[in-house]
Antibody, heavy 122, light 112 residues
């Protein structure tokens, strides 16, 4: 069974840091690009970042560029999101999502994780 | 960059059909989209990929009641024989090599 399991969310103060993880199983992880997508309370889905299957290409939404870093360890079948300089507006449920192709810039999302909640507040 | 426009809400009666619309912005009418469903309190779920030709491919386990179609810049999700569990938010998604990935604002479907 294809599965994505996020972890690492929690409460953090503004300006703080947090690292999210997403453990993948049931498929050949390196064959797929991966994305992080977030959803603020009561709001819609917002794409945050993506990484190619090899990890050689990364992309970011303007709202997180320079603060967040996406990475992956294909030997551990795990996706990461390092979040620095966190702001109140980063408060959201963060979903790990598999894309249909290895190239990060094309293809749609076809598998979603269950999400992990990040709250930025003093 | 592509923009996806969805109505904020829709409603239909149990057992009836409903057609949800996702409209691509000018200059992007040929783009492929995907539809996703998010039931209350749950993670999103992939429903289908939908091309400008109207051809669609559904995800594993998606009921036959769900179908897709296209007309110009509009992409449609039709749900037939509505069930209570179809009450959810529905999002469309597309992608672009420059701006990467975008989602529509979502349509909240109420089953009466």
């Amino acid at each position: 069974e294809v599965q994505l399991l996020e972890s690492g969310g929690g409460l953090v103060q503004p300006g703080g840091s947090l690292r999210l993880s997403c453990a993948a199983s049931g498929f050949t992880f390196s064959n797929y690009a991966m994305s992080w997508v977030r959803q603020a309370p009561g709001k819609g889905l917002e794409w945050v970042s993506a990484i190619s299957g090899s990890g050689g290409s990364t992309y970011y939404a303007d709202s997180v560029k320079g603060r967040f870093t996406i990475s992956r360890d294909n030997s551990k079948n795990t996706l990461y999101l390092q979040m620095n300089s966190l702001r109140a507006e980063d408060t959201a449920v963060y979903y790990c999502a598999r894309q249909t192709l290895a190239a990060a810039g094309i293809g749609h999302v076809d598998v979603w994780g269950q999400g992990t909640t990040v709250t930025v507040s003093s | 960059q592509p923009v996806l426009t969805q109505s904020s809400s829709a409603s239909a009666s149990l057992g009836s059909s409903v057609k949800l619309t996702c409209t691509l912005s000018s200059g992007h009418s040929s783009y492929i989209i995907a539809w996703h469903q998010q039931q209350p309190g749950k993670a999103p779920r992939y429903l289908m990929k939908l091309e400008g030709s109207g051809s669609y491919n559904k995800g594993s386990g998606v009921p036959d009641r769900f179908s897709g179609s296209s007309s110009g810049a509009d992409r449609y999700l039709t749900i037939s024989n509505l069930q209570s569990e179809d009450e959810a938010d529905y999002y469309c998604e597309t992608w672009d090599s420059n701006t990467h990935r975008v989602f529509g604002g979502g349509t909240k479907l109420t089953v009466l």
